[in-house]
């Protein structure tokens, strides 16, 4: 997909699969926020995914694939400056009812520009898994190009067969100029199994990587 002149995606071109996530059935917007409230009432740690990324000294963070918005908000809650960016529109507009003073920003992983760099760029929720099939590597070269040198990719996604393996995610965030600094099997820092099921990454920007990163302030 690529931006519209409103900083927006466009849908995709010819030949070019759907977005598995915009193409499901599954809960959207407010639906999809009471599925994590029932887990909430029910004793359930929510914030696991900010509990890691406040730890590792950030202040500045784009929650990628942010949906409703609950990562970010409780990062925005500890004291960290967090835009998201998300390309199902009736999921940010559940983040943006719930945080209007956030920066919600409409936009395809694969090709949105925004006019800053970040300390961190979170991606949990499984977004590595919904993003169209066939970029990947484009969608994580997109998050390099919003860090800061040293700056850090957090992601977090399950896996299985038939989806993207800890083996191809690595190459593809190496050619982004992104290198392995943690690996974890949850987000509260479980060792990785044997097979796992699930993995939480943390890439880290090569100083003097070029990037192409935006140079503008957000405005």
């Not at 996530?21 to 809960?27: A, F, K, Q, S």
């Not at 919904?130 to 484009?138: A, D, K, L, N, S």
């Not at 850090?152 to 392995?180: K, M």
Request: charged share 20%; hydrophobic share 40%.
């Amino acid at each position: 997909m690529g931006p519209d002149a409103g900083g927006r995606d466009a849908a995709p071109g010819p030949g070019r699969p759907p977005n598995p996530w915009l193409g499901g059935e599954g809960l959207r917007g407010a639906d999809y926020d009471r599925r994590f409230e029932t887990l909430a009432a029910a004793g359930h740690d929510m914030h696991g995914e900010a509990d890691l990324v406040c730890s590792l000294g950030v202040r500045r963070v784009l929650d990628a694939g942010c949906g409703t918005g609950r990562v970010a908000i409780e990062l925005s809650r500890r004291g960290l400056d967090v835009v998201g960016v998300d390309l199902d529109p009736a999921m940010l507009a559940a983040a943006r009812a719930k945080a209007p003073g956030i920066e919600w920003i409409e936009g395809d992983l694969a090709s949105v520009t925004l006019h800053a760099c970040f300390d961190a760029v979170v991606m949990a929720g499984n977004v590595m898994v919904f993003v169209t099939p066939g970029t990947e590597g484009t969608v994580l070269a997109t998050a390099a190009r919003h860090l800061v040198p040293g700056g850090l990719l957090v992601a977090g996604f399950t896996l299985g067969p038939g989806r993207l393996d800890l083996a191809t995610y690595d190459r593809l965030a190496t050619a982004a100029g992104l290198e392995l600094v943690e690996r974890w099997g949850t987000w509260d820092r479980a060792p990785v199994t044997a097979e796992p099921s699930y993995a939480v990454s943390v890439h880290r920007l090569r100083v003097g990587r070029d990037t192409e990163r935006s140079t503008l302030v957000t405005g």
